[in-house]
């Protein structure tokens, strides 16, 4: 499942430069995060109707468990999208952090798309799989104690960037920079992910930040792009796929598969997004690079995997 999820993820890449041939990058994602907030929905209106899902009150510390009563199904739905917590001050304080979710998700999400229009596919999976690597390092500024294979494979990977990114003449692609940003967003997105995954309903979390994104998305396109509905019809199959497969099953595919796959493990495989990101731009976009770019994709993998070998070790040494 974790591999599937990176093959879709990477071949994303692709699907999102396509689709931006007839549409503004906000405008894809405003569509493509409203796909996927629509197709993650009827997991939370399944795991409701089975009883598979725990169901808060507002009021007290009460909670019920969601039954399938005919009678208060569509109430028991949209109770169930409500935030888990002990009482209302933690729900707020729980709300708040999944806006800030949304909000980190969307300033992620634009600027790695808004970079895409001038840069490749590879290079932008590579690039926005250097936040493998920046977590580590922001935990240590948080206070963590990295393992020193983590500052290994930190330099690695920043090497690997320099080779990838920076030219002979010391100059940096315009779209680089911009998905450089967006490293940085998911850096501090999967931080604040770490902290509200054993708070709330993950699936659930996921459908509010999918929204948050769209909206602004849909603010922002409408105030800056020409939105037409030929345009979008004919980035219809990009979209689809960036919506569906990318937001909503690849996402999907890792929740599940995470329930039971050790996170340094998936970690890795997840890492292999950028790898597949690099070949859906070489098969389907004839994009090539150079012996330069592809020794810094080759730093950058392994930098991304070494960080990971503390974690690797652990476990087999628990085995």
């Given at each position: 499942?974790?591999?599937?999820?990176?093959?879709i993820?990477?071949?994303?890449f692709?699907?999102?430069?396509?689709g931006?041939?007839f549409?503004?990058?906000f405008?894809?994602?405003?569509?493509?995060?409203?796909?996927?907030?629509l197709?993650?929905?009827?997991?939370?209106?399944f795991k409701?109707?089975t009883g598979k899902?725990?169901?808060?009150k507002v009021?007290?510390s009460q909670?019920h468990r969601v039954?399938?009563?005919?009678?208060?199904k569509?109430?028991d739905f949209?109770v169930?999208?409500r935030?888990?917590?002990?009482n209302?001050?933690?729900k707020?304080?729980l709300?708040?952090?999944?806006?800030?979710l949304?909000?980190?998700?969307?300033?992620?999400?634009?600027?790695?798309q808004y970079g895409?229009?001038?840069t490749t596919?590879?290079?932008?999976?590579f690039?926005?799989g250097?936040?493998?690597?920046l977590?580590?390092?922001?935990?240590?500024?948080?206070?963590?104690?990295?393992h020193?294979?983590i500052?290994?494979g930190?330099?690695l990977?920043?090497?690997g960037l320099?080779f990838?990114s920076v030219r002979?003449n010391f100059t940096i692609?315009?779209?680089?920079?911009?998905?450089?940003?967006?490293?940085?967003?998911?850096?501090?997105?999967?931080l604040?992910v770490?902290?509200?995954a054993?708070?709330?309903d993950?699936i659930r979390?996921a459908?509010?930040?999918?929204?948050?994104?769209s909206?602004?998305?849909?603010i922002?396109?409408?105030g800056?792009e020409?939105?037409l509905?030929?345009?979008?019809?004919?980035?219809?199959?990009?979209?689809?796929?960036g919506?569906?497969?990318?937001v909503?099953?690849?996402?999907t595919?890792?929740v599940?598969?995470q329930?039971?796959?050790?996170?340094?493990?998936?970690?890795i495989?997840?890492?292999l997004e950028s790898?597949?990101?690099?070949?859906?731009?070489?098969?389907?976009l004839?994009?090539?690079l150079?012996?330069?770019?592809i020794t810094?994709?080759?730093?950058?993998?392994f930098g991304?995997?070494?960080?990971?070998?503390?974690?690797l070790?652990?476990?087999?040494?628990k085995r």
């Open positions: 499942m974790l591999l599937f999820a990176a093959i993820w990477g071949f994303a692709v699907a999102q430069r396509m931006m041939d549409v503004g990058p405008t894809y994602t405003a569509v493509r995060f409203t796909l996927g907030s197709v993650l929905l009827p997991f939370i209106y409701t109707f899902s725990q169901s808060h009021t007290g909670s039954t399938g009563s005919h009678g208060h569509v109430n949209f169930s999208l935030l888990s917590g002990e209302d001050s933690q707020r304080k709300l708040l952090l999944q806006l800030l949304g909000l980190l998700l969307f300033g992620g999400i634009s600027f790695q895409l229009i001038f596919a590879g290079n932008a999976g690039i926005t250097f936040y493998v690597v977590v580590p390092v922001a935990g240590w500024f948080l206070g963590q104690k990295n020193f294979t500052w290994i930190v330099v990977a920043i090497i320099y990838l002979s692609n315009q779209g680089d920079y911009y998905v450089g940003v967006c490293a940085l967003f998911w850096t501090f997105h999967v604040l770490g902290y509200i054993p708070r709330t993950p979390t459908v509010v930040q999918f929204v948050i994104c909206i602004l998305s849909w922002v396109a409408i800056f020409n939105i509905w030929e345009s979008i019809v004919k980035a219809a199959w990009p979209i689809l796929y919506g569906v497969l990318s909503g099953i690849g996402y595919l890792q599940v598969a329930q039971k796959a050790h996170p340094a493990y998936a970690s495989i997840l890492s790898v597949f990101a690099v070949l859906g731009g070489w098969l389907i004839d994009e090539h150079s012996g330069r770019m810094g994709c080759i730093l950058m993998l991304m995997i070494i960080v990971q070998l503390k974690d070790k652990l476990l087999q040494w």
